[in-house]
């Protein structure tokens, strides 16, 4: 599985931003998915994660009521909807890919993303 994340940018505080993460291969349906971030200096974060039919959902409490995670199967496409954006969210977001139904463990996911920088200014 390749995954290719886009939809980063700078955006003011308050602002919204969609990501995209498309993924390549037959077996998307297959992988439960997830969004990661890395700030500057910080731990890698699980953000959010959607089971394989996209019944299923998990966030982080730093982002529940702003972010939503979506998927669309027929387009191989996971997405990251951020409203309300603040400046701590401000960091590298990372997609990935897990044989797991639905995956709220790094170590869980086998596969990665290359990521894309968000910005948000205060």
């Known amino acids: 599985v390749q995954l290719q994340a886009s939809g980063g940018g700078l955006v003011q505080a308050g602002g919204s931003l969609r990501l995209s993460c498309a993924a390549s291969?037959?077996?998307?349906?297959?992988?439960?998915m997830g969004w990661f971030r890395q700030a500057p200096g910080k731990e890698r974060e699980l953000v959010a994660a959607?089971?394989?039919?996209?019944?299923?959902?998990y966030y982080a409490d730093s982002v529940k009521g702003r972010f939503t995670i979506s998927r669309d199967n027929a387009k191989n496409t996971v997405y990251l909807q951020m409203n309300s954006l603040k400046p701590e969210d401000t960091a590298i977001y990372y997609c990935?890919?897990?044989?797991?139904?639905?995956?709220?463990?790094?170590?869980?996911?086998?596969?990665w993303g290359q990521g894309t920088q968000v910005t948000v200014s205060s």
């Open positions: 291969g037959r077996t998307f349906s297959s992988n439960g």
């Open positions: 959607i089971s394989r039919s996209g019944g299923s959902r």
């Open positions: 990935a890919a897990s044989a797991h139904e639905i995956a709220t463990m790094g170590d869980w996911y086998d596969y």
